[in-house]
């Protein structure tokens, strides 16, 4: 039970952040029941933000809840939550009453409060430029495109780290991983060690072509080697095609479809 | 000129025929906004989704087939709808639009505009797409649904039993497949984030409007307000402001910011109000939808409508809402019982 209460807590904290949202919405509630308790918008909204954290802490619902969607996105619950409105709403009645001038001056302050006590999106470092309609990182969309105008219509696989791979089959759907995000969708040792080397702290080179050959891996996108790095590659059969920024692309063979792949290629 | 085409028949599918669609369903209704129109229309189109998704999913339909039969029932819809307008109206367009413009109005509208600018001219990376858009990415490329697993390309081993639920994806795959071939990942990155975004404030705009009436100004303040609060939501990556802002064309995010909200509006609306606003299956058609965009939707679109089923036996004592309210999370708890026991 203190477990389960305990982790509810740090749900709470982690879903608030560094905030000060959450002070927001208890000022909110508290205004609410001292001005407005005789409202009946207040008292079924006050009422429902009662149910709702209820569910969210009652370690009977919880462990109900957490039973069918599993603990780790439990704190998804507290979307029911209606935190934003809420406040807002609270403010908006706090605005109402002012007079003319006052209520531009009063919301300004209002959104001060917002801004000092929360932190922007695009601040927070979520929004960057591309060039490409996708909306992948460049480097995904150079990668694909060099891989397109090099394998034409063979059949091959291709590796990536984590930062490359998610958005690979995102931008062309055509190209087979051997793995994707977090290892995922890669089936036995083969795969689970060539996630491993190609996303390793510190790179081996050799290690890494060493097992993108064994197991058949046609295409592997490795950040840019140096000479030495690049002669390791070459000594498993890997060429270099081209690099886009931080990334360089390697081809096992002449061709794509030179070391066919057992798995797309089963008749062989 | 193709992007443009393409472009043009994204807008149409994802706002006229919505819109349109949306009209059989307020026909009893006194006044209808396009707003109204605009959201009952996307219930609706969602519920359908949803209904012909699992089933071809089940009998391991092409996509064709499922976009074939959803651009005919959207388009019937529509053309339902636009024939229901033209007869309630007497032929005059669409329900005149009360604008009160003000101060306060600009500023709402403004921040707004300033944050889909933001959202479809910039880019966010979220790993995430890896499966929701690579899911439609790759159902577009094999015409399959479900079948390919999206990490890889190659056949799924086992069928991803959290996800075909709630096949939203899947609805990207169709939209895109609509929109003349329009890749899916520039439908997810530009067209849902400038359709759905303000999609989610105009479910605001209608809480402000329930909770203050003509005062038109606090109408716009209300909006400005919680715009600003989600603009500045940053703070963590769990909140529903930040899905809302930073990846709104994931299911699970478009739960967060459009579909619990208008769940909440809807809940007021039917089972607290003395008149309902909206006839009780705006509630089954909206958990039908929150089952379509995550697996999440399908305990916390019940969940909500349980808390309100409370509310509204306490408060009003009203037995026939509530077992309407019942009634109208039976799919979610169908399909909460498959998820768990398969």
Known sequence: MKELMEQMIAFWNNYWGESLI?????????????????????????LYLAVSLFIFFCPFTAKIIQACIGTTVYWRVLWLVPSSPVIAYAMTEFLRERKKLWKPLALAACAVLIVLGGKGIYQAGNYRMVRNYQKVPE??????????????????????????????????????????????????????????????????????????KRTYCNYLVVKNPNMDQKKEMERFGYQEVGSAGRYSLYRLGDSADAVKNPVLYPEE | MGMMIKGGLAIFWLVVIPAFAGVPFLKKKQTMSIGEMFLAGYLALFSIMELLTLPMTWLKAPLHVLTISFGLAGAALAVWGAFCLAKQKKLSPLPKIKIHFNFYFCLAILLIILQVVMCTVLAHMDADDCFYVGAATTDVYTDTIFEINPYTGREYIGLPRRYILSPFPVFLAVVSQLANGLHPAIMAHMFFPLV??????????????KWFGEDSHARWIYLFLVALLAGFSGYSVYNAGNFQMVRIWQ????????????????????????????????????????????????????????????????????????????ASCLPSVFLGIAYICF
């Open chain 1, 22 to 46: 959450a002070w927001f919405l208890l000022a909110a509630v508290i205004w609410l029941l001292l001005f407005r308790r005789k409202k009946e918008t207040t008292k079924y909204m006050l």
């Open chain 2, 196 to 209: 759905f975004l303000p999609g989610a404030y105009l479910v605001q705009y209608m809480l402000g409007r």
């Open chain 2, 251 to 326: 299911g699970k995010a478009l739960l967060a910011a459009a579909m619990l909200p208008l769940l909440f509006y809807l809940c007021i609306s039917v089972l607290l109000e003395k008149k309902p606003e909206y006839p009780w299956y705006f509630l089954l058609l909206a958990n039908i939808s929150c089952c379509l965009l995550s697996s999440m939707g399908i305990i916390l679109a019940p969940l909500m409508t349980g808390c309100f089923m409370v509310i509204c036996l306490t408060r009003t004592g009203g037995w026939k809402r509530a077992v309407m309210g019942g």
């Open chain 1, 139 to 212: 480097e995904v969309a150079g990668i694909c495109e060099l891989v397109k105008k090099d394998a034409g219509d063979s059949l091959y696989f291709l590796a990536a780290d984590n930062y490359i791979g998610p958005y690979v089959r995102v931008y062309d759907p055509s190209i087979h991983m051997m793995f994707n995000r977090e290892g995922r969708g890669g089936y036995g040792v083969g795969p689970k060690r060539l996630y491993l080397e190609i996303n390793a702290p510190v790179l081996n080179y050799l290690n890494i072509a060493a097992v993108g």
